[in-house]
């Protein structure tokens, strides 16, 4: 491939980027207008992609978390708590639950991200029960098991003669969490494709070698850790504001076991993976509503069928599409 | 009264323990060869008890002959589940999650499809105290006791005193080297997960009697033992066994004498507290 074909390459990217994001912020609320519904998976749909994105990260250094539902929930506790009990502006509070996560997950990773492999996931799997519990204990604060409701709506953004940015509608939500998730797309992207992510792949695959050459093993994993709940933690503030209810139950070990499945069944080490595995069961759900009381089995069934046929996920499946096309164009040519 | 209530106490968190030991048995042999934690473990728990109800409310079978043909059926199953489900995708821990993720969501909507949603009540089988010096037991919760330790001890004389139980250990050491010593990996493999899954069934129709029967009574069972295996050390049955016995005997206590709520916490700060301190468990190997 040479340099104008590589150029060529990128503007194509930016240009299809650009393209994509021109459809999301106009073309997708003009035509989904009056329909909330819609409206609703795609602005859950974006919440899981920038979670599983996150937790892709975290995957990348090798480490497997359990938790990251229960940083999603500190987020959404902390802006709660900071909005009805503080009194202060979601504008102020959002970046605060993020904070709030990241800190808490730095702390956590300190001394947790040492350890290795299936004991990593357990140590975080008690480390998300032991938060749930609390959660669910502490009622004065958290609001017990039946959880907090008539959480507001953001403050309205209002900037003279331009135009005011009331949250009544599923659409004002849409255009905040579009924002959240082209943040995180960048985000993950610049740490994926720089010397971190190089760095974080090195120490999956082995940390010792990777120590050997210079790289701390423990620096880069408690940065992708902190990265990666920050963004839980924002995900989940948003999350609150817009259901205007926590409980603890969401924010539970099946729930971070969830995520996890996104990134696996997406592609696990892939920048896209993810990505393509939250969208894909985030809508599957919907497309088996039609097998009414069979939904829930069909959807296990889809887990393993998918694990089964594509051990590589669907970032694997779509490699596999596409050599196998592109072979047929050579050979049409030949 | 006090030693009374104490030794009351013991009791039922004894009669716990071994629950949790069956399960954690149970997970540390498919642990042993899949080198993965069954999520699915507490749905193979919640069939056996269903077979188990079924056999009883039904057939008005026995309750130790429902309890071995659950066993036995079960352990079918699980001979099913290694050749089909896991086999395929055997030494990719991720997609093995994923994969006994997927089946505990089939499981427990296929039994909700099935059995319908609500909790059943066994008929009251073994009922009433035993009554020893003011020391009331019940005797449902005896029963399972004595129960669970006979299959306890009877999985760990087959592991260590049988032709095939050694064997068993040899592929779960060392694949390589047991396949060089003419032993057929895969036949053991499956006979181990066959096992561990006719322990959870064991579980389960010992559970059966004491709670009540439901599509979703293994979700809590299948996350005590895995904090049973993670205290005692991964991959461990000593371990398992030490670890049962303690997480059983601390949730107890601190129920009876600190209150339901800090029973819950309890388990979890334990196993925080071992992963920090000694993340091996407490007799895992070393990593």
Redesign the interface.
């Known amino acids: 491939m040479n340099a104008n074909e590589t150029k060529a390459r990128s503007v194509g990217k930016i240009l299809i980027t650009l393209a994509a994001i021109a459809i999301l912020l106009v073309a997708v609320p003009v035509l989904l207008k009056g329909q909330p519904y819609v409206f609703h998976i795609l602005i859950i749909t974006m919440f899981n992609i920038v979670l599983a994105l996150s937790l892709g990260l975290i995957m990348r250094t090798g480490q497997v978390p359990l938790c990251q539902a229960a940083f999603a929930g500190i987020g959404a506790y902390t802006s709660t708590i900071l909005v009805m009990k503080v009194h202060l502006s979601f504008w102020v509070s959002l970046p605060l639950a993020g904070i709030a996560a990241g800190i808490i997950g730095f702390l956590i990773g300190l001394p947790t991200l040492n350890i290795k492999g299936i004991h990593f996931a357990l140590a975080t799997f008690a480390f998300g029960e032991i938060l749930r519990l609390i959660f669910i204990g502490w009622v004065s604060l958290f609001g017990g098991a039946n959880g907090i409701s008539g959480i507001p709506a953001p403050d309205p953004i209002r900037i003279p003669f331009l135009f005011t940015m009331e949250f009544e509608s599923k659409s004002a939500y849409y255009y905040l969490a579009l924002i959240l998730l082209l943040l995180a797309l960048v985000v993950f992207y610049r740490l994926w494709y720089s010397p971190f992510g190089r760095a974080c792949k090195a120490i999956e695959e082995s940390e010792a070698l990777s120590e050997c050459t210079g790289i701390s093993a423990m620096k880069y994993k408690i940065m992708a850790f902190t990265t990666a709940t920050f963004f839980a933690g924002l995900v989940g503030c948003l999350y609150a504001h817009y259901a205007h209810f926590v409980g603890p139950q969401e924010f539970g070990f099946w729930t971070s076991v969830r995520y996890i499945v996104f990134v696996i069944i997406g592609g696990v080490g892939t920048y896209i993976g993810p990505i393509a595995g939250a969208v894909f069961l985030t809508f599957l759900p919907e497309f088996l509503r039609v097998a009414e009381a069979w939904e829930v089995v069909i959807y296990g069934l889809v887990l393993m069928l998918t694990i089964h046929f594509f051990p590589k996920g669907i970032k694997g499946l779509g490699d596999d599409l596409y050599s196998r096309f592109s072979k047929l164009q050579k050979g049409a040519i030949t | 009264m006090g030693t009374a209530i104490f030794i009351q106490t013991l009791i039922n968190g004894l009669s716990l323990a071994s629950l949790y030991i069956l399960m954690a048995i149970g997970l540390t042999y498919i642990f042993s060869i899949m ?3 069954n ?1 699915a473990h507490g749905e193979i728990l919640m069939l056996g008890a269903y077979v188990s109800y079924l056999l009883i409310e039904y057939y008005h079978f026995h309750f130790f002959l429902s309890l071995i043909f659950s066993m036995v059926v079960i352990g079918l199953f699980g001979l099913f589940l290694e050749r089909y ?1 896991f086999r ?2 055997k030494g ?4 093995l ?3 006994s ?10 039994a ?2 099935a059995f319908s949603p609500e909790d059943r009540g066994l008929r009251p089988i073994f009922t009433g105290v035993l009554n020893v010096q003011d020391i009331f037991i019940s005797k449902v919760r005896l029963v399972a006791l004595l129960a669970a330790a006979i299959c306890i001890l009877g999985s760990q004389l087959f592991l260590k005193r049988t032709k095939l139980g050694i064997a068993l250990e040899a592929v779960s050491q060392d694949e390589e080297g047991a396949s060089l010593q003419g032993i057929r990996i895969n036949r053991y493999t499956a006979l181990t997960f066959a096992i561990g899954c006719a322990l959870a069934a064991a579980a389960g129709s010992l559970l059966a009697p004491i709670f009540v029967v439901s599509p979703f009574m293994g ?1 809590l069972p299948v ?1 005590k033992a ?2 049973v295996i ?1 205290l005692g050390g ?1 991959g461990s049955m000593i371990g398992a066994m030490m670890g049962g016995l303690i997480l059983g005997l601390v949730e107890s206590l601190t129920a009876t004498y600190l209150g339901a ?1 800090i029973q ?2 309890s388990g ?2 334990l ?2 507290l071992i ?2 301190f000694k ?2 468990g407490m007799f895992g190997e070393r ?1």
């Open positions: 080198r993965i934690i999520f489900v395929p995708r990719e821990d991720l997609n999650l994923v994969l993720l997927g089946l505990a969501i089939t499981l427990q909507s296929s909700m499809l979700t996350v895995f904090i993670v991964l709520t819950e916490v979890f700060v196993l925080l992963l920090i993340p091996g990593e």
